[in-house]
Nanobody, 116 residues
Framework: QVQLVESGGGLVQPGGSLRLSCAASGFTFRRIRMSWYRQAPGKERELVAGISSSGINTDYADSVKGRFAISRDNARNTVYLQMNSLKPEDTAVYYC?????????WGQGTQVTVSS
């Protein structure tokens, strides 16, 4: 079955960096667009970044453009989110997402806390 396992979250000071990873299995990773979402307390889950199956095309939420970078390694079935210049408002649980046909699959999430 489809499995998405996120890692790399933690506590970081404002201005710091983190790199999230999402290891995928159970589907043909190289054929699927992958995305990162986040959900802050009391807020709806929002799209942060997406990457095409080839890795050529990426898109970002306006709030993270220029600070975050999504990438993937199709040989390792892994998608990454490099987060730089982190702000307190980036604090959230970050989720990896794969939309496979009509099915939407999610990882368990990884907590990112930006605080001094």
């Amino acid at each position: 079955q489809v499995q998405l396992v996120e890692s790399g979250g933690g506590l970081v000071q404002p201005g710091g960096s983190l790199r999230l990873s999402c290891a995928a299995s159970g589907f043909t990773f190289r054929r699927i667009r992958m995305s990162w979402y986040r959900q802050a307390p009391g807020k709806e889950r929002e799209l942060v970044a997406g990457i095409s199956s080839s890795g050529i095309n990426t898109d970002y939420a306006d709030s993270v453009k220029g600070r975050f970078a999504i990438s993937r390694d199709n040989a390792r079935n892994t998608v990454y989110l490099q987060m730089n210049s982190l702000k307190p408002e980036d604090t959230a649980v970050y989720y990896c997402n794969a939309q496979i046909g009509l099915s939407n699959s999610w990882g368990q999430g990884t907590q990112v806390t930006v605080s001094s």
